[in-house]
């Protein structure tokens, strides 16, 4: 019981509601931000702010559908971390899959994340 309690004390809700709202739902929606900015070009510190504002409405939903806490810190930040990592994941995995498609000729696939130029 006392674990259980602290879970609740760090992330300011029970451990299955964060993994359906943060991992699930917001992370859906974070990975799709990671995307969407790589496909269209635009730089990644973009992903950081959109994640940043994500971590907001996290908080809320946890707040307003589960009875979380709304002005837990330390959920919050645990919430913005984790929707940063699924975000720029997102972000550098479509980052290196439009480079290596599109690019065939300079670039190279070396890993899910990262690329390399060929030849060189």
């Known amino acids: 019981m006392e674990a259980s309690g602290n879970v609740i004390g760090v992330l300011g809700t029970t451990l299955p509601v964060f993994i359906g709202v943060t991992w699930v739902l917001a992370g859906f929606a974070s990975y799709m931000t990671g ?3 790589a496909n269209t070009w635009k730089p990644m510190w973009q992903v950081v702010v959109y994640c940043i504002l994500l971590g907001f409405a996290d908080r809320f939903l946890t707040f307003s ?3 979380g806490e709304l002005l837990s810190i330390t959920g919050y930040i645990i919430d913005t971390l984790v929707l940063l990592a699924i975000g720029t ?3 550098r995995f479509n980052q290196v899959r439009k480079m290596a498609s599109q690019y065939p000729w ?10 390399r130029q060929k030849g060189g």
């Open 35 to 37: 995307q969407a900015l």
């Open 65 to 67: 559908l589960f009875g």
């Open 89 to 91: 994941f997102g972000y």
């Open 106 to 115: 300079l670039y190279e696939r070396t890993g899910l994340i990262s690329w």
